[in-house]
């Protein structure tokens, strides 16, 4: 009996600790089966679904943003991609105004080239000399550079060269007939052939005395021209003077430059000369006739040869064009779609946030 007592004793005392240990939890806890706003498995609302709610909206909120967020950054892009084609566009025209400035520069400035061209021989030139009142005593050809001592000072001797008198009008002296004494000059370049001349003249009531001659192509034109008078009036028109003074020899040396224009060809005549003063050992009686000594040579094998090259090369010019306006094309072209995009945007953006409106409303 006593053990019975002992037992339900220990049971009254389990029992008491169990319930104080439930008194201990919140009564929340417990609440939540028996609240009627709380849904059970099968249905009804609850504190869980405003939870998941408030997320769902959330997260939409968020991918609005993100959305916007998107489409600001694609606008930027876009903007900067804008006003990058802008800045090639005008680098472009910039290109296209050079290119076409410099072709035309190219076009109305050639430039020349300059080439030397090797020859066994020349043609004969012309040398027309203009003695007036002064009289040719001799004419030869020597080789080599030699020229033997003079013989018979103030004679007239044998003239070996080929020579044509020639009356014509001068172009630039006011209708003056003029006298030119016309010789065929050297032609053999490899063995220095040479023309030796002398002159002699007893009036001497000038202060200075002095022989002009000229230089023209080639002595067979002449020959070859039906106006003889009239190929002379062009030659004077055409080439330059030069002289040479009495009591001196003068050497000249010729060079021959020709010049090819974009219609025509030009020859010109370059001379280099040096004087040397003659010694006159003829007696006291002899002197008043004025001797004069003209020595023609060519200086070298080579002809000059100038050339007018227009470095201007259309084809070039019309790719680098082309180019250009491709892409300005382009550009003009990508600009319009961009633009087009931010109008498309924008107005997509406008109709969202309007549907946001109206569904708020």
């Not at 076009?107 to 009289?135: D, R």
């Not at 020959?223 to 000249?252: A, H, I, L, P």
């Not at 002899?286 to 070298?300: G, I, M, P, Q, T």
């Amino acid at each position: 009996m006593r053990r019975n007592t002992e037992d339900s004793r220990s049971y009254e005392e389990f029992s008491g600790a169990e319930s104080d240990r439930q008194s201990d939890v919140p009564q929340g806890l417990y609440e939540d089966d028996d609240d009627p706003d709380t849904e059970g498995p099968n249905g009804g609302t609850s504190q869980g679904n405003f939870i998941d709610d408030y997320i769902t909206d959330d997260i939409t909120e968020s991918g609005q943003t993100l959305r916007v967020s998107k489409a600001c950054l694609k606008s930027v892009f876009t903007v900067l991609l804008i006003l990058i084609y802008l800045l090639l566009t005008t680098v472009a025209v910039f290109l296209a105004y050079q290119t076409i400035t410099d072709f035309l520069e190219k076009l109305n400035h050639p430039v020349m080239s300059v080439t030397y061209k090797e020859v066994e021989s020349f043609s004969p030139p012309g040398i027309a000399l203009y003695p007036g009142k002064a009289q040719l005593l001799s004419c030869k050809h020597y080789y080599h550079n030699y020229i033997p001592p003079l013989v018979d000072l103030g004679a007239p001797n044998d003239k070996h060269c080929i020579i044509q008198n020639v009356s014509y009008i001068g172009p630039f002296s006011n209708q003056t007939k003029k006298e030119a004494l016309v010789v065929r000059g050297p032609s053999d370049v490899r063995n220095k052939e040479l023309i030796f001349m002398q002159f002699s003249q007893t009036d001497q009531d000038e202060d200075f005395s002095a022989i002009t001659y000229m230089l023209f192509a080639k002595f067979e034109d002449l020959n070859e021209s039906q106006d003889m008078s009239r190929f002379m009036m062009d030659c004077e028109k055409n080439y330059s003077m030069w002289t040479f003074s009495g009591g001196f020899r003068t050497w000249v040396k010729m060079s021959l430059v020709t010049t090819s224009g974009k219609t025509d060809q030009a020859v010109e005549f370059r001379q280099e000369s040096g004087v040397v003063k003659f010694n006159d050992k003829r007696p006291e009686g002899k002197r008043n006739k004025e001797l004069f000594f003209v020595v023609f040579e060519w200086r070298d094998p080579f002809i000059q040869q100038i050339k007018l090259i227009v470095t201007a090369n259309p084809w070039n010019s019309i790719a680098i064009l082309c180019g250009v306006f491709m892409a300005l094309f382009k550009a003009a072209n990508f600009a319009k779609l961009s633009v087009s995009w931010m109008i498309k945007m924008r107005r997509r953006h406008q109709r969202n946030r309007a549907r946001e409106l109206n569904s708020v409303s």
